[in-house]
């Protein structure tokens, strides 16, 4: 039986980038031979980011999910995630860093041998086009290594921002997940782990955008922070 895809992309003032991501994703969805649907998760935009969703999606499945005030990134995939209807659930960044064709192959695997599959940019056969600055790329490491003796285990990239699951499991680890802010992957994976669902990581393909949404500073410490609170959370 064909699939069902719901596609989830949270977006915060992405008015510049979100036509051509949603562009791109469409062509992709339309020459597959599944359903489809996309939902786009406002995260509180004071642009024109919800305007253009509803202008682009009009003709295709969709869902325009808007929140009022900015709550941060974990907050709207959360809710997206809960609300999407298909039977396989894929969360990507509105950047595309990520192309979404990748999404072929995870699916190869939920239909045969797994819950999640998790995208990630440290296996030896993951292809990083355009990297990060070293400064990113070195704490996201370091993240990626406290995280690993914390919380889940085995993993080695958990904030590439490409995941997608099975619907039981999204509804189930989102329905638990408490944290709004970027360290929510890491308590997404912790909980599939703790739940004993099967989480697969995959190499992807991956180009950095030079416009992410991570404020340098002082993002990671509340990412560390975050992390160490997972544990508390879900005990």
Known sequence: MA????????????????????????????QQSYDSEVLVSDDGSRDATVAIAEEKLAAFPHRILKTSQNRGKGHAVRKGMLAASGQYILFTDADLSTPITEVSRFLDYLQIDCDVAIGSRALPDSQIEVHQNFFRETMGKVFNLIAQRWTFKGIRDSQCGFKCFRKEAAHKLFGEQKLD???????I?????????????????????????????????KMFWDVLRVRRLHP
């Open 181 to 187: 802010g970027f360290s929510f992957d890491v308590e």
């Open 189 to 221: 994976v912790y909980l599939a782990q703790k739940r004993g669902y099967r989480v697969l990581e995959l190499p992807v393909v991956w180009r950095n955008s030079a416009q992410s949404r991570v404020q340098v500073l002082s993002d990671p410490l």
């Open 3 to 30: 699939p069902f895809l719901s596609v989830v992309i949270p977006a915060y003032n992405e008015a510049l980038r979100l036509p051509q991501t949603l562009d791109t994703v469409l062509a992709f969805l339309k």
